[in-house]
């Protein structure tokens, strides 16, 4: 079977031609802390934050170097813009390829998915038929506002104590929760970096399956 064909997207130009819109958005992304919502959709309508996910599951799959540029032309517009798509960037990006495929292809077939993360271990998870009850606050998830999913780490604990890999290490998971399921705690007051939307992330006994870890 012969392999499909690449078709390869030029970002950066598209970047580039999303430089006076993001400018145009820059003080209202100051004063609400947060991205336009106008911003967003263009970003996603271009495929922006997902540049750096698998192209196996729709993905840009570009190489570091055209990442890094495609951010530092949105960055040279207005820097909390450009900052809140870097992290918007890595967390689609590395979610995709730490994912089920069966579930990324499904998950990343939205044109506007955005995700969220804060990938310190911050939540408590305890196991729970086929998956984990979780809870936590996490901070400083920038572009939590426009995200489906929010992405967080988790210390494993068994009978009220934290639970360890045979190695003696502290057992990690990370966990994907939908936008229904997570809080977003409004405390990013700032006076640097005001737009992009950096507030805390909390999550009470929310039952998260396998799938999702």
Not at 89 to 94: R, S
Not at 178 to 188: G, K, L, N, S, V
């Given at each position: 079977m012969p392999l499909p064909m690449v078709i390869e997207v030029d970002y950066l130009s598209r970047a580039r031609d999303l430089q006076d819109l993001v400018r145009g958005g820059a003080d209202e992304a100051e004063a609400e802390r947060r991205?336009?919502?106008?911003?967003?959709?263009?970003?996603?309508?271009?495929?922006?934050?997902?540049?750096?996910?698998?192209?196996?599951?729709?993905?840009?799959?570009?190489?570091?170097?055209?990442?890094?540029?495609?951010?530092?032309?949105?960055?040279?517009?207005?820097?909390?813009?450009?900052w809140t798509l870097m992290i918007g960037?890595?967390?689609?990006?590395?979610l995709g390829s730490a994912l089920d495929p069966e579930l990324a292809r499904r998950l990343y077939a939205d044109p506007a998915l955005v995700v969220a993360g804060?990938?310190?271990?911050?939540?408590?998870?305890?196991?729970?038929?086929?998956?984990?009850?979780?809870?936590?606050?996490?901070p400083f998830a920038?572009?939590?506002?426009?995200?489906?999913?929010?992405?967080?780490?988790?210390?494993?604990e068994q009978d009220g104590e934290r639970a360890h890999e045979e190695d003696g290490r502290v057992r990690l998971i990370e966990c994907v929760v939908?936008?229904?399921?997570?809080?977003?705690?409004?405390?990013?007051r700032v006076s640097g970096l005001r737009g992009s939307g950096s507030h805390d992330?909390?999550?009470?006994?929310?039952?998260?399956?396998?799938?999702?870890?």
């Open positions: 991205v336009a919502d106008r911003v967003v959709a263009a970003f996603c309508d271009a495929g922006l934050y997902k540049i750096a996910a698998p192209r196996a599951i729709g993905g840009g799959e570009t190489d570091p170097e055209t990442q890094i540029r495609v951010i530092e032309a949105i960055a040279r517009a207005d820097g909390a813009t450009g960037v890595e967390n689609v990006g590395i804060a990938l310190n271990p911050l939540g408590r998870a305890v196991g729970e038929g086929d998956g984990f009850r979780i809870s936590g606050r996490w920038s572009g939590c506002d426009a995200a489906q999913y929010f992405w967080g780490q988790c210390i494993v939908p936008r229904a399921e997570f809080t977003i705690a409004d405390t990013w992330i909390e999550i009470d006994d929310v039952w998260v399956p396998s799938s999702h870890v």
